[in-house]
């Protein structure tokens, strides 16, 4: 997986397909060759590339099809080679920094018909496995950043809340909870006075088994209502959420990310 990212990483037009897609996600492929001095051909080839290496993930609205920036991958690799062995110096690598925060700056868009963020992973455990961790209260601090602790009534319409210490970060509802499979939350940020002032988003986790003892875990966060200072301010959260996420469905312990001073 390691060597397909950095593959993937290595041409700079590809580079360059991830930082449009950073600007804009949800482009179709006539607009990113538009950006590119290649043929459509080329660019397909390429976004081929980015797709096996799980960078670029794919949805269908009506006729298109639309094409999102998937940073998980690069927050794995990043917490592989740099958080391990270069911790202090983590900030300096200005590339691989910029694409795992993917500050996206999108036009606003109808979020019924195109999802903002979205996250896939492969993980090698069950889907119960993944669906026991994202809905035991008791696990969200092992998986979730900062040490969240969360509180959450599993049913249709429960109310849940991640908290940081005794304050409100993130709370809402539980909009559909079909276990091992489907799990829809409204999404309401709570963490500062600018996200707060922001109308609830959605979350959406999809798990879809595979053969093997594996899953699939997609991610969409989106119906944010237009650009707003939570859809900026997710997009370095989740990637790290999830890849801790992986780490410990796949292995059985949390992994902590040691931040630089």
Partial sequence: MDDDV???????????????????????????????????FGVMKHLKVLEAAHLVVSRKAGREKLHFLNAVPIQEVSDRWIARYAVPFVRT????????????????????????????????????????????DEQTPLWQHFNMTSRTDWRAEGDYAWMMGERVAICGKIVEI??????????????????????????????????????????????????????????????????????????GVPFMLERAV
């Fill in 6 to 40: 950095f593959f993937a990483l290595s041409h700079p037009l590809r580079r360059e397909l991830l930082d449009l897609l950073k600007e804009k996600g949800g482009r179709t492929l006539g607009d990113l060759e538009s950006h590119l001095p290649v043929s459509r």
């Fill in 93 to 136: 690598m200005a590339d691989i920094k910029s694409i795992a925060e993917t500050m996206e700056k999108e036009k606003e868009m109808t979020s019924e018909i195109q999802p903002k963020h979205v996250y896939e992973l492969y993980i090698r455990a069950s889907a119960e496995t993944v669906w026991e961790i994202i809905t035991t």
């Fill in 178 to 251: 079909e276990p091992p499979r489907r799990l829809v939350l409204t999404f309401s940020a709570q963490w500062a006075p600018d996200v707060a002032a922001d109308k609830p988003s959605r979350v959406v986790f999809e798990i879809e088994p595979l053969p093997g003892k594996a899953c699939k875990l997609t991610l969409v966060h989106d119906d944010f209502g237009g650009e707003t200072a939570t859809s900026k301010a997710v997009v370095g959260g989740w990637p790290e959420s999830l890849s801790r996420l992986k780490t410990l469905a796949e292995t």
